[in-house]
């Protein structure tokens, strides 16, 4: 009698089992957003599933598919669930040129299978598309599609996604663009911090510092949101899209940060739960043109050097276009320097001046065997620490921080830089945000010091130069195309002198301060001393060989 009360729930048992095992949608349909899209834009297979019964669409179903032009090689790329229930799926195609492509899209789950294939156009808008390094200057940055250099001019906006209203991350990017911001970095995940270094930010309804890229039992919750790692927020994916979207309209470039160190919870570092994350958003974002991705902001806080070449190698693996990676550490030496999936450094290094730490770093970086562009991500951030701090009046003065970033371009290094919160958010007057989310007024006046310092570096070929500090006797320093042209930056209004090819140059005052430019005649080597400038403030000198 015993063996007969057990034996049927063993064959229910079995049965359930075949039951999940078998478990299939009734169709799947496929549709294509467009048949003609601008190369360095992206078309979209969105897969229509009928009566879905996936338990987990991130882990029970793969989507994945490949494109190419018409008789060419293949690119092989992964789709992702952008429905909770299932019912919806997309995979994402950006091509890198003009002409007819072929497609193919997989649906599996199970032994269930479905197959799509098509074609479409890409025509040649002449977009810029993914940054790169320039491999003739591999200290800086070219974007692919157009071949035009990027002067790397960043800015920390780290919870600019915490805003309900859209219009008003729009609005930030639309002021960011105009100072001639061009690199955004901020936050997919985290947020969850009880406070912001005593800048005041007091979370309400328009401004929510939760970052939640899972689905969480209590997204609210600082310490304890009780997320389910394997079911993502397509609801917020889709908000981080629409930025994307627009900031890439304005040729911005957004870095995505995985999380920082101030989250009070993770995903257990290498676990399944953690790869999936990073793949997922892989699948996801990494069609957009405009993204670079950042492991996680003072890495080394919570995560090992072994964890970060483990991830960085696996992302560079999961996204097909191979977007610059890089991770932004608290110990400057836990970097992957030599390896490949490793882009570009992205340093937080605080002690002025600056200058020659940065060219240290390029010698540092040389001796890796594997010369990338460097940047300081961190040095500065405008009226942020209060009178009594070490770091005041240097990390506070929107006038050092500029002085600091013409540093850094002079040793042929980049840097990102971050505006006050002290305008306050959600508190009096709640005009600003700053470095924590993006949003500025009319008071916060740092960018638009560094938005002339774009103006000229982007007014010749700043990439060609090289330090060469040796030339100049005096303060200053100076990067220097040898024979063709000289820069002369001077921290403290007085004349100095520099050694030049034998010729003729046009000379020109830059006031960095003011933006204006002013003639001072001809120079000519083989030694030539600046007039005295007009004041005491720093100044910079332009000479390029006449023709």
């Given at each position: ?163 309900t209203d859209e219009g008003v991350i729009r609005q930030a990017i639309d002021r960011l663009h105009r100072l001639k911001v061009n ?351 007009a004041d005491g403030g720093d100044w910079v000198v332009l000479l390029k060989r006449s023709s």
């Amino acid at each position: 009698m015993r063996s007969l009360r057990l034996r049927p729930s063993f064959l229910t048992l079995i049965f359930l089992s075949s039951t999940a095992v078998w478990a299939a949608p009734r169709d799947v349909t496929f549709t294509l957003s467009a048949e003609s899209v601008d190369a360095y834009d992206f078309v979209e297979v969105t897969m229509s599933v009928v009566s879905p019964d996936a338990a987990s669409p991130s882990t029970d179903v793969h989507v994945t598919g490949e494109f190419g032009k018409t008789g060419g090689p293949k690119l092989a790329v992964e789709g992702f669930a952008d429905a909770l229930d299932g019912s919806l799926f997309r995979i994402r195609f950006m091509p890198a040129g003009a002409g007819d492509y072929t497609y193919s899209a997989i649906y599996r789950q199970g032994d269930f299978t479905r197959t799509h294939s098509g074609s479409f156009r890409a025509t040649d808008a002449h977009r810029r598309g993914v940054l790169r390094v320039d491999t003739q200057y591999p200290w800086h940055f070219i974007w692919e599609g157009t071949g035009e250099h990027y002067f790397w001019n960043g800015t920390t906006a780290f919870l600019l996604m915490a805003w309900t209203d859209e219009g008003v991350i729009r609005q930030a990017i639309d002021r960011l663009h105009r100072l001639k911001v061009n690199r955004i970095r901020l936050l997919l995940a985290g947020g969850r911090s009880s406070g912001f270094w005593s800048e005041p930010i007091i979370p309400d309804r328009e401004f929510w510092p939760y970052l939640n890229p899972w689905v969480a039992e209590r997204p609210n919750s600082t310490d304890n949101p009780g997320f389910d790692y394997s079911r993502f927020n397509v609801a917020y994916y889709q908000k981080f899209e629409r930025m994307l979207r627009y900031a890439r309209e304005k040729d911005v470039i957004i870095s995505v940060i995985f999380d920082w160190n101030d989250s009070k919870v993770h995903p257990a570092a290498l676990s399944e739960d953690e790869f999936r994350y990073f793949h997922y958003t892989a699948a996801r974002l990494s069609a957009f043109s405009n993204v670079t991705w950042d492991l996680g902001d003072d890495i080394s806080s919570y995560r090992s050097l072994e964890w970060s070449r483990q991830i960085g190698t696996r992302l560079e693996q999961w996204d097909p276009y191979h977007h610059l990676a890089t991770d932004h550490p608290v110990d400057n030496a836990q970097q992957d320097r030599a390896s490949s999936w490793f882009g570009f450094t992205s340093f937080q290094y605080w002690p002025r001046p600056l200058h020659d730490w940065m060219l240290n770093q390029r010698k540092l970086q040389a001796a890796a065997g594997r010369i990338i562009p460097q940047v300081n991500e961190e040095y500065g951030y405008e009226d942020h620490y209060p009178r009594w701090s070490p770091s005041y009046p240097d990390g506070a003065s929107a006038d050092a921080n500029r002085r600091a970033a013409w540093e850094m371009a002079m040793a042929g290094t980049y840097q990102t830089t971050g505006e006050t919160a002290k305008r306050g958010t959600g508190a009096w007057p709640d005009t600003g945000g700053g470095w924590v989310n993006g949003r500025g007024d009319d008071s916060m006046t740092m960018l638009e010091g560094y938005a002339h310092m774009v103006d000229f570096f982007t007014s010749f070929e700043w990439w060609k130069a090289e330090p060469q500090d040796e030339l100049v006797e005096g303060h200053a320093y100076c990067l220097a195309e040898s024979g063709k042209l000289y820069v002369l930056y001077i921290s403290m209004g007085e004349k100095v002198s520099v050694r030049l090819d034998s010729g003729t140059y046009q000379a020109s005052w830059f006031d960095p301060r003011e933006g204006r430019s002013l003639p001072i005649g001809e120079a000519a080597g083989p030694r030539w001393t600046t007039p005295e400038p007009a004041d005491g403030g720093d100044w910079v000198v332009l000479l390029k060989r006449s023709s």
